[in-house]
C-alpha cells in the first residue's frame, strides 16, 4: 500500500454529511446558546449603523446611556413597577425557555445559567416530564448569579458555595414558588432557610 | 456582500462583534466538516461524533469572542475539535472502566457501529475505522487532520499544539503500521 493509496483512502469520505435532525438540533442549540452569551452587540466596521452610532464621544454616550437609565429606574421604582425579573429579562427567560422545551420536546427540566455558561438539564427520553408553571429563581452567591428556569413540580440540583443543592420546586395555589430540599427550605414569605446562609434567593413564577 | 460569500476570518470577526447571522453562517458552513472529523477520531461512532460535534459548537458559542485574528478561523475551530475529541476520549476510557461489569451481565440490545456498516456492506469504511482505531491516539490525531482532512504538516501541527517535526514523524510511524497491516491491499 502506497501513500497515495493511504491518502485517497482516507480522504474519500472527507465531506461526510451529518444526520439532518442532529444538524438543526445542534445548529439551534449553538444559536441559542450564542444569543445567551454574545457581547452587547456593538459597532463594528461592518456595520452599516456605524456612522450613526458613533456620532457623539464614547464618553458623552456613555454619561448619556447612564443618566437615561437612571432616570428610568428612578421613575419604575418610585411607582413601584420595578422587581425582580424586569420586562425584558422576564422576556427573555420566557423566549429561552419556550426554545428550549421545544426544541426537547417536553422533555426539558431545568435550564440553569451560572456566569454565562448555560446547562440544559433532560428528562430521560422515555419518562414524560410533568410539565407544571414555568419559574424563575436567582441565587446570589457571593456576588455571582445563578439563574435556574425550571417548572414546578421538577427536582432541580444546582451547586452553590461549592456544595450540591437539591430541591423540588413548587408553586402554591396562590401562586408563590416554594423550593423544598434537605437542605433548604424557601417560601417567599418566611425566607430561606439553608446550610448557606449567605445565599440570597429570589424567585418569580413566569407567565408564559 | 452576502454572508455565504465572506471569509471565515471575516465572520468570525462579525460573530466575535454580536452579529448573530455571522456565527449561523460560520456553523452552517463548518458543521459538516467538524462531524467528519470526529466521526473518524471515534472509529466511526456516529452518536460519539455528534456529541463531539454538538460540544465542538456550543463552546464556539460561548468563545468566538475571544477569537483572535493570528491565524487561519479553521485552525482555530480544529483546536477546539482536538480538544474535546481528547476530553471525549478520556470519559469514554473512564465510562468503559466503570461499565464493565455491568456490560457482562447485560445482553446488547442495539446493533454496535460495527454491525451497522457491516449491514449496509460499507467494508470500505470499516476497514478505514479499523485502520484508524488500532493507531495511537496520537497518529490518529495526525492522520485524521492530515490524510482525511488534507490538512498541512504546518497547520496540523499548530492545531495539535506540537512541532512540525512531529506531526511528520507521527504520520510515518502510521503509515509503517498501516503497510504492516495492509501491507497486501
Same mark, same amino acid.
Given at each position: 500500500m502506497?501513500d497515495?493509496?493511504?491518502?485517497?483512502l482516507?480522504? !474519500?469520505d472527507r465531506d461526510?454529511k451529518?444526520?439532518?435532525?442532529?444538524?438543526?438540533?445542534i445548529?439551534?442549540l449553538?444559536a441559542?446558546?450564542?444569543?445567551?452569551?454574545k457581547?452587547?452587540r456593538?459597532?463594528? !466596521?461592518f456595520?452599516?449603523?456605524?456612522?450613526v452610532?458613533?456620532?457623539?464621544s464614547p464618553?458623552r454616550?456613555a454619561f448619556?446611556?447612564?443618566?437615561?437609565?437612571?432616570?428610568f429606574l428612578?421613575v419604575?421604582?418610585q411607582?413601584g413597577?420595578l422587581?425582580?425579573?424586569?420586562?425584558?429579562r422576564?422576556?427573555?427567560?420566557k423566549?429561552?425557555?419556550?426554545?428550549?422545551?421545544?426544541?426537547?420536546e417536553?422533555?426539558?427540566?431545568a435550564v440553569?445559567s451560572t456566569?454565562?455558561q448555560?446547562?440544559?438539564?433532560?428528562?430521560?427520553?422515555?419518562?414524560?416530564?410533568?410539565?407544571?408553571?414555568?419559574v424563575?429563581?436567582?441565587?446570589t452567591?457571593?456576588?455571582?448569579?445563578?439563574?435556574?428556569?425550571?417548572?414546578?413540580?421538577?427536582?432541580?440540583?444546582?451547586?452553590?458555595?461549592g456544595?450540591?443543592?437539591?430541591?423540588?420546586?413548587?408553586?402554591?395555589?396562590?401562586g408563590?414558588?416554594?423550593l423544598a430540599?434537605e437542605?433548604?427550605?424557601?417560601?417567599?414569605?418566611?425566607?430561606?432557610?439553608?446550610?448557606?446562609p449567605?445565599?440570597?434567593?429570589?424567585?418569580?413564577?413566569?407567565?408564559? | 456582500?452576502?454572508?455565504d460569500?465572506e471569509?471565515?476570518?471575516?465572520?468570525a470577526?462579525?460573530?466575535?462583534?454580536?452579529d448573530?447571522?455571522a456565527?449561523d453562517?460560520?456553523?452552517?458552513?463548518?458543521?459538516?466538516?467538524?462531524?467528519?472529523?470526529?466521526l473518524?477520531?471515534?472509529?466511526?461512532?456516529?452518536?460519539?461524533a455528534?456529541?463531539?460535534?454538538?460540544?465542538v459548537f456550543?463552546?464556539l458559542a460561548?468563545?468566538?469572542?475571544?477569537?483572535?485574528?493570528a491565524g487561519?478561523?479553521?485552525?482555530?475551530?480544529?483546536?477546539?475539535?482536538?480538544?474535546?475529541?481528547?476530553?471525549?476520549h478520556?470519559?469514554e476510557?473512564?465510562r468503559?472502566?466503570?461499565?464493565?461489569?455491568?456490560e457482562?451481565?447485560?445482553?446488547?440490545?442495539?446493533?454496535?457501529?460495527? !454491525?451497522l456498516l457491516e449491514k449496509?456492506?460499507?467494508?470500505?469504511?470499516?476497514?478505514?475505522?479499523?485502520?484508524?482505531?488500532?493507531l495511537s491516539?496520537?497518529?490518529?490525531?495526525?492522520?485524521v487532520?492530515?490524510f482525511c482532512?488534507g490538512m498541512?504538516h504546518r497547520?496540523?501541527?499548530?492545531?495539535?499544539?506540537?512541532?512540525?517535526?512531529?506531526v511528520?514523524?507521527r504520520?510515518?510511524e502510521?503509515k509503517?503500521?498501516?503497510?504492516?497491516w495492509?501491507g497486501?491491499?
Amino acid at each position: 500500500m502506497d501513500d497515495d493509496k493511504i491518502i485517497s483512502l482516507f480522504g !474519500e469520505d472527507r465531506d461526510v454529511k451529518m444526520d439532518a435532525a442532529a444538524r438543526k438540533r445542534i445548529l439551534s442549540l449553538a444559536a441559542v446558546e450564542y444569543s445567551v452569551v454574545k457581547p452587547n452587540r456593538r459597532p463594528t !466596521e461592518f456595520s452599516p449603523h456605524h456612522a450613526v452610532v458613533h456620532r457623539g464621544s464614547p464618553l458623552r454616550v456613555a454619561f448619556l446611556t447612564a443618566l437615561v437609565i437612571c432616570l428610568f429606574l428612578g421613575v419604575a421604582w418610585q411607582r413601584g413597577h420595578l422587581h425582580f425579573g424586569e420586562a425584558p429579562r422576564e422576556q427573555r427567560e420566557k423566549v429561552l425557555l419556550a426554545e428550549f422545551n421545544q426544541l426537547f420536546e417536553g422533555r426539558l427540566q431545568a435550564v440553569i445559567s451560572t456566569g454565562g455558561q448555560t446547562q440544559i438539564v433532560l428528562a430521560p427520553a422515555d419518562a414524560a416530564a410533568p410539565r407544571g408553571q414555568p419559574v424563575l429563581i436567582r441565587f446570589t452567591d457571593k456576588g455571582k448569579d445563578i439563574d435556574v428556569m425550571s417548572f414546578s413540580g421538577q427536582t432541580v440540583q444546582v451547586q452553590l458555595d461549592g456544595r450540591d443543592l437539591v430541591f423540588d420546586t413548587l408553586v402554591n395555589g396562590e401562586g408563590r414558588v416554594i423550593l423544598a430540599g434537605e437542605k433548604v427550605f424557601w417560601d417567599g414569605s418566611k425566607g430561606a432557610v439553608t446550610d448557606a446562609p449567605a445565599v440570597k434567593i429570589r424567585t418569580e413564577v413566569l407567565e408564559m | 456582500m452576502a454572508l455565504d460569500d465572506e471569509d471565515d476570518e471575516t465572520l468570525a470577526h462579525r460573530a466575535a462583534a454580536g452579529d448573530d447571522g455571522a456565527f449561523d453562517a460560520l456553523a452552517n458552513r463548518h458543521i459538516d466538516r467538524v462531524y467528519a472529523i470526529a466521526l473518524k477520531w471515534c472509529s466511526g461512532n456516529k452518536a460519539d461524533a455528534e456529541d463531539i460535534t454538538q460540544e465542538v459548537f456550543l463552546k464556539l458559542a460561548r468563545n468566538i469572542h475571544h477569537y483572535k485574528p493570528a491565524g487561519r478561523f479553521t485552525t482555530w475551530l480544529y483546536q477546539v475539535v482536538v480538544n474535546e475529541a481528547r476530553d471525549s476520549h478520556r470519559r469514554e476510557k473512564s465510562r468503559r472502566t466503570r461499565e464493565t461489569a455491568y456490560e457482562k451481565e447485560t445482553p446488547k440490545n442495539a446493533p454496535s457501529t460495527e !454491525e451497522l456498516l457491516e449491514k449496509q456492506a460499507d467494508k470500505r469504511m470499516l476497514a478505514l475505522y479499523d485502520m484508524l482505531k488500532r493507531l495511537s491516539p496520537e497518529q490518529r490525531e495526525a492522520v485524521v487532520l492530515v490524510f482525511c482532512h488534507g490538512m498541512s504538516h504546518r497547520d496540523a501541527a499548530k492545531v495539535l499544539g506540537c512541532a512540525e517535526k512531529t506531526v511528520t514523524w507521527r504520520l510515518f510511524e502510521a503509515k509503517k503500521k498501516l503497510r504492516e497491516w495492509y501491507g497486501n491491499g
